[in-house]
């Protein structure tokens, strides 16, 4: 089995590669190739990459190309996991919409509209050259915003899944407090790609007992600290929100916080200087817990068992991921692309049926669905009026002054990223 990985020089990679490292008998990877333009951060990666095998006794071969063509030649699933514009384009995305009094985050409102205007069709001309290669392959897609990017992927034909390690994150969480297994947690996740809800915990499956009433009850301060969100919120909802939700319920507190502190990306970027040097040193063996503050916390387990329903090995049969709704969420066109549970084999994506949900929620994703539609609009086909549109009809924007002012400042910041611009 080979796989490869797009934006393999990332300082993620090695949490990747300690998972296909620890479960290899999930997923029996035969070769592994890092693909990046960045030549000097893919030999640094690709060399620890190479020790942790080496220390975990994994049998496969890792090799590293800046050739995307030759990289992906041949694999069985290609795993997308990169950022264009780096941590630079991310930082603009940050700071410019504060400038407006909106939140600037790389994923959600104008910040996120960049990074899909970025991204989209990078992503589709890898996706095009997949396909010349190996038509059968499939494309994992971990690349932000991941719901327009899934979405972009389907609607070309190409063989795709959106993930996201929120779920599987929660999913961790609350089988600590409870003292069980990791395996035994069954969340009632629904949503769009950060902007979920945690309807039901169930102990044994989808039809287990729901025990998420129990764990507000007991630890309802620890979960709402999580999210910094108030206990109280938490308790009148009864649900548990993604922590991306505090945009949107708490928009001005955030933008007020954003406002005095550095920008995300640039804490991210001075830790992956530190993380690079780390990896440069040729005892290191295992990845650095400096990793565990990067993000992407349990990615590497959820790609492996994603990739391995896939291919046919011994992954999860049911995994929360990206994919069409198909009917799932009856008020959704069925090519809008929802975050749920779904049944994971070798023809792709089934989501799970999930419980009629609150106008409370439907609404939001209802509203930001309608967003998104808009924003892949504008990514595939350029043009400031699609740009105008779209962040006019995000709910963390709707003015039209705000969005005439944020269009004018994401052409302004992206125009090396922008053909049409």
Excluded at 286 to 314: Q, T, W
Aim: proline share 5%; with cysteine; charged share 25%.
């Amino acid at each position: 089995m080979k796989l490869a990985v797009v934006g393999g020089g990332s300082t993620y990679t090695p949490e990747l590669i300690d998972g296909f490292a620890r479960l290899r008998d999930t997923l029996p990877v035969e070769e592994l190739v890092l693909v990046d333009p960045a030549a000097d951060r893919l030999e640094l990666v690709g060399a620890l990459a190479r020790r942790i095998f080496a220390k975990q006794g994994h049998p496969g071969r890792i090799t590293t190309t800046s050739d995307l063509d030759a990289g992906v030649a041949d694999a069985d699933a290609v795993l997308l996991q990169l950022r264009v514009g780096g941590q630079a384009a991310r930082n603009k995305d940050e700071t410019w919409p504060l400038e407006c009094g909106c939140v600037g985050q790389e994923t959600t409102g104008a910040g996120g509209l960049a990074k899909a205007m970025r991204t989209v069709p990078v992503v589709l001309d890898i996706a095009e050259r997949v396909r010349r290669s190996n038509p059968n392959a499939w494309i994992i897609d971990f690349t932000n915003p991941v719901g327009i990017v899934t979405r972009a992927l389907l609607q070309a034909g190409h063989k795709a899944v959106g993930l996201c390690n929120v779920a599987i994150g929660f999913q961790r969480k609350f089988a600590a407090l409870l003292d069980v297994t990791p395996g035994e947690v069954h969340l009632d996740h629904v949503g769009l790609n950060h902007l979920t809800w945690e309807l039901g915990v169930r102990l044994g499956g989808p039809d287990g007992e729901n025990v998420l009433p129990k764990l507000l009850a007991e630890h309802g301060d620890a979960i709402a600290d999580d999210l910094r969100m108030p206990r109280a919120i938490v308790d009148r909802l009864g649900v548990v929100p993604s922590y991306y939700l505090r945009y949107f319920y708490a928009h001005d507190e955030v933008v007020r916080e954003l406002g005095t502190k550095p920008s995300r990306a640039a804490e991210v970027a001075a830790m992956e200087k530190e993380l690079l040097e780390m990896y440069g040193d040729p005892a290191l063996d295992e990845k650095p817990a400096l990793l565990g503050k990067r993000g992407g916390a349990f990615y590497s387990e959820a790609a492996v068992d994603l990739a391995a329903s896939l291919l046919g090995g011994g992954g999860s049969a049911v995994q929360v991921v990206n994919t069409y709704n198909n009917g799932t969420l009856p008020f959704l066109a069925d090519d809008a692309v929802i975050e749920v549970q779904a049944r994971i084999d070798g023809t792709g994506a089934t989501p799970l049926a999930v419980p009629a949900l609150d106008p409370l929620y439907a609404g939001l994703i209802g509203h930001v669905t309608a967003y998104e539609d808009l924003a892949l609009e504008a990514a595939l086909r350029g043009g400031r009026d699609r740009v105008f549109k779209a962040l006019l009809a995000h709910p963390l924007v709707g003015q039209y002054e705000y969005a005439e002012g944020l269009t004018d400042r994401l052409i302004a910041h992206n125009r090396e990223h922008l053909a049409w611009a």
